[in-house]
T-cell receptor, first 114, second 110 residues
């Protein structure tokens, strides 16, 4: 079975500071990893994904994530936070050799303070 | 810009009514999914399909049913809505490169 853990329910960051949203995963095969963002009363917007290749993945809106196989982590990062980054962030995984449905973490509320 | 469409966007309905939530995609994806999400909470897979005439139940048990008669269309039906069905329902489709989500239907059963 595959699973995702987002250990922080909420992350507070001052505008202009770097941010990190943590994610660890568990799959039996090779992981396909994703980050999505959700604004209030909206669907999910894709930020970035890791399938294979470079461990550092760059995505939309200046976000990036680093795949760390030994720590089974895929933390989301941004060098300088904006107030408009405030939203709910979901990490998701699927087993590259298994069923196709994504398994999501419980989400992390990111709050950027002006 | 969305290539996957869900209607209605919001729905308030009385207990016992039959409802169908619509989901359509224009990308030709074979694989489609329904997720249920309580407000500000995690998403749970309730149904998925690998293609026409294929439907499977997901990780979270749901009283809803789905059908897949056409590749582009994956409706979800509740035969008799109850307040416990109040939630947001997100439809998605995928190809080997990733997943695309619709904007969701927020269902309230009163």
């Amino acid at each position: 079975a595959q699973s995702v853990a987002q250990p922080e329910d909420q992350v507070n960051v001052a505008e202009g500071n770097p941010l990190t949203v943590k994610c660890t995963y568990s799959v039996s095969g090779n992981p396909y990893l994703f980050w999505y963002v959700q604004y209030p009363n909206r669907g999910l917007q894709f930020l970035l994904k890791y399938i294979t290749g470079d461990n550092l993945v760059k995505g939309s809106y200046g976000f990036e994530a680093e795949f760390n196989k030994s720590q089974t982590s895929f933390h989301l990062k941004k060098p300088s936070a904006l107030v408009s980054d405030s939203a709910l962030y979901f990490c998701a995984v699927r087993d590259g050799g298994g069923a196709d449905g994504l398994t999501f973490g419980k989400g992390t509320h990111l709050i950027i303070q002006p | 810009e969305a290539d996957i469409y869900q209607t209605p966007r919001y729905l308030v309905i009385g207990t016992g009514k039959k409802i169908t939530l619509e989901c359509s995609q224009t990308m030709g994806h074979d694989k489609m999914y329904w997720y249920q999400q309580d407000p500000g909470m995690e998403l749970h897979l309730i149904h998925y399909s690998y293609g026409v005439n294929s439907t499977e139940k997901g990780d979270l048990s749901s009283e809803s049913t789905v059908s897949r008669i056409r590749t582009e269309h994956f409706p979800l039906t509740l035969e008799s809505a109850r307040p416990s069905h109040t939630s947001q329902y997100l439809c998605a489709s995928s190809d080997p490169y990733g997943y695309t989500f619709g904007s969701g239907t927020r269902l309230t059963v009163v």
